[in-house]
């Protein structure tokens, strides 16, 4: 016999998965629905172009980047808030819902503050952006204020794991968006007008999966992983400050900065050249819009990253596991590199090809132009990957500023600085922006 026996009444401890590889799970597991809604985004924009006369389509692009400005500037931070907190609490063995109710509080007065300044620019919305289109205004309103019970669900499962439900969220969302331009394309519908309403319907179809994660977090006998060791760390526990609104306002108000640069660089473009066009500004907008989508595409697929790599980090830091936590993001960060590399190789074999297989229309794109572009998103994500780490470290005001500070000299250079091709004024903005920020980020990083 063995020269041990197991003790009477005792139970083996099944094996604990290490962080690194429930990341690595949570983030594949993410990839996978939030790749496809990449794929689903890119095709809802590809029927749209071919399906619509050029200014409609530039309507169209103008509606999804005032309303992803909006809910992400208004609505991420809860989300951010949400995940990260629920993953420190686990970890922590901290109990109570405060946390849930400062969130919801935080959100709804955000979707309050929205209604108010929506209807009070009724008229500068609907007639200057959307050129006088009602519809488009009222889309507008209604999927701003679908996202915030979106965001908050985000939230909610990525701080508890629940990454095949998030994931299935975002597929939803993407796919249901996508039949609107579907039906338009075959001749089922037509006009603006239909292939907008998706950005409405898509997030409250979306919610379908919000009753499964209640029903999984409710069900009897159902374990979280961070409550298992929490009693190991019930001493940094008690000494973790209550979440308070305060608290939770201050964090929320610093990543909303975050998110409100965010979206500068990536709709500030279209936009200021829509403004100073001479004619067929919505046109011109579109197209730009277009270009910068090799930006955007692949930050929809990022989302599985980000996602997962802030309660990841929080819980390593709220165990003191320093190790872990670098590696965790050296490891993102090589991957982020060899992806943009990929990205920027397939612009320069093959990139005016490709994009005008997928959008068509009159203009030309230009192979140097596609390149900055993609090795600016290997920059940006770069930045979104340290400042996630920044956020587990609880550096969010550090964060928002370096963030400001790289978005105000975009904008500036857009304005002060004026290229013949405004398109390729965008692209050089775009990635000497994105290279100040990473900089910034790395160098705040390293200190915390």
Same mark, same amino acid.
């Given at each position: 016999?063995?020269?041990?026996?197991?003790?009477?009444? !005792?139970?083996?401890?099944?094996?604990?998965?290490?962080?690194?590889?429930?990341?690595?799970?949570?983030?594949?597991?993410?990839?996978?629905?939030?790749? !496809?809604?990449?794929?689903?985004?890119?095709?809802?924009?590809?029927?749209?172009?071919? +399906?619509?006369?050029?200014?409609?389509?530039?309507?169209?692009?103008?509606?999804?980047?005032?309303?992803?400005?909006?809910?992400?500037?208004?609505?991420?931070?809860?989300?951010?808030?949400?995940?990260?907190?629920?993953?420190?609490?686990? *970890?922590?063995?901290?109990?109570?819902?405060?946390?849930?109710?400062?969130?919801?509080? $935080?959100?709804?007065?955000?979707?309050?503050?929205?209604?108010?300044?929506?209807?009070? /620019?009724?008229?500068? $919305?609907?007639?200057?952006?959307?050129?006088?289109?009602?519809?488009?205004?009222?889309?507008?309103?209604? *999927?701003?204020?679908?996202?915030? =019970?979106?965001?908050? =669900?985000?939230?909610?499962? %990525?701080?508890?794991?629940?990454?095949?439900?998030?994931?299935?969220?975002?597929?939803?969302?993407?796919?249901?968006?996508?039949?609107?331009?579907?039906?338009?394309?075959?001749?089922?519908?037509?006009?603006?007008?239909?292939?907008?309403?998706?950005?409405?319907?898509?997030?409250?179809?979306?919610? %379908?999966?919000?009753? #499964? @994660?209640?029903?999984?977090?409710?069900?009897?006998?159902?374990?979280?992983?961070?409550?298992?060791? *929490?009693?190991?760390?019930?001493?940094?526990?008690?000494?973790?400050?209550?979440?308070?609104?305060?608290?939770?306002?201050?964090?929320?108000? *610093?990543?909303?900065?975050?998110?409100?640069?965010?979206?500068?660089?990536?709709? =500030?473009? #279209?936009?200021?050249?829509?403004?100073? +066009?001479?004619?067929?500004?919505?046109?011109?907008?579109?197209?730009?819009?277009?270009?910068?989508?090799?930006?955007? %595409?692949?930050?929809?697929?990022?989302?599985?990253?980000?996602?997962?790599?802030? #309660?990841?980090?929080?819980?390593?830091?709220?165990?003191?596991?320093?190790?872990?936590?670098?590696?965790?993001?050296?490891?993102?960060?090589?991957?982020? =590199?060899?992806?943009?590399?990929?990205?920027?190789?397939?612009?320069? @074999?093959?990139?005016?090809?490709?994009?005008?297989?997928?959008?068509?229309?009159?203009?030309?794109?230009?192979?140097?132009?596609?390149?900055?572009?993609? /090795?600016?998103?290997?920059?940006?994500?770069?930045?979104?990957?340290?400042?996630? !780490?920044?956020?587990?470290?609880?550096?969010?005001?550090?964060?928002? +500023?370096?963030?400001?500070?790289? %978005?105000? !000299?975009?904008?500036?250079? &857009?304005?002060?600085?004026?290229?013949?091709?405004?398109?390729?004024?965008?692209?050089?903005?775009?990635?000497?922006? +994105?290279?100040?920020?990473?900089?910034? &980020?790395?160098?705040?990083?390293?200190?915390?």
């Amino acid at each position: 016999m063995s020269g041990f026996k197991r003790k009477h009444g !005792a139970v083996p401890r099944a094996p604990r998965s290490s962080p690194s590889r429930s990341y690595g799970r949570g983030a594949a597991i993410l990839t996978v629905g939030i790749g !496809a809604t990449g794929l689903i985004t890119f095709a809802y924009f590809s029927l749209a172009s071919h +399906a619509l006369p050029d200014d409609e389509y530039g309507r169209v692009t103008l509606l999804w980047s005032a309303i992803f400005i909006t809910v992400s500037v208004l609505y991420r931070p809860v989300e951010q808030l949400l995940s990260r907190t629920i993953a420190d609490h686990d *970890a922590r063995g901290v109990q109570g819902m405060e946390h849930l109710r400062v969130a919801a509080t $935080i959100q709804l007065a955000l979707g309050a503050a929205f209604v108010v300044v929506a209807l009070a /620019l009724r008229g500068p $919305i609907e007639d200057d952006l959307f050129a006088g289109s009602s519809t488009l205004y009222w889309i507008l309103v209604v *999927a701003v204020l679908a996202y915030a =019970a979106s965001y908050f =669900a985000r939230g909610y499962l %990525a701080g508890h794991r629940l990454f095949p439900l998030y994931g299935g969220l975002v597929l939803m969302e993407a796919s249901s968006r996508c039949l609107f331009a579907l039906a338009v394309a075959v001749g089922i519908a037509e006009g603006q007008s239909a292939v907008a309403l998706g950005m409405a319907a898509a997030p409250i179809v979306s919610l %379908a999966v919000v009753p #499964p @994660a209640l029903a999984r977090r409710l069900a009897p006998g159902e374990a979280d992983p961070g409550q298992l060791d *929490a009693a190991a760390r019930s001493e940094p526990a008690a000494r973790e400050p209550e979440f308070t609104l305060a608290r939770g306002t201050g964090f929320a108000a *610093a990543v909303l900065l975050v998110m409100l640069c965010e979206q500068t660089f990536l709709n =500030a473009g #279209p936009l200021l050249v829509k403004a100073t +066009a001479d004619e067929g500004g919505a046109a011109l907008a579109g197209f730009t819009f277009n270009v910068l989508l090799i930006a955007r %595409a692949p930050l929809q697929l990022f989302q599985a990253v980000q996602t997962s790599i802030l #309660p990841h980090l929080t819980r390593l830091r709220a165990g003191g596991e320093t190790d872990p936590f670098e590696r965790s993001v050296r490891l993102t960060l090589t991957a982020i =590199a060899g992806f943009a590399g990929l990205v920027a190789l397939v612009m320069l @074999a093959a990139g005016p090809q490709v994009m005008d297989l997928l959008f068509g229309g009159d203009f030309d794109y230009e192979r140097g132009g596609l390149v900055l572009v993609a /090795l600016g998103m290997g920059l940006y994500l770069s930045a979104a990957t340290l400042n996630q !780490a920044l956020l587990a470290h609880e550096r969010a005001a550090q964060s928002a +500023a370096c963030w400001v500070a790289s %978005a105000a !000299a975009f904008v500036l250079f &857009l304005v002060l600085v004026e290229f013949d091709d405004r398109v390729l004024q965008v692209e050089v903005a775009f990635v000497g922006a +994105a290279a100040v920020l990473s900089s910034s &980020l790395h160098a705040l990083y390293r200190r915390a």
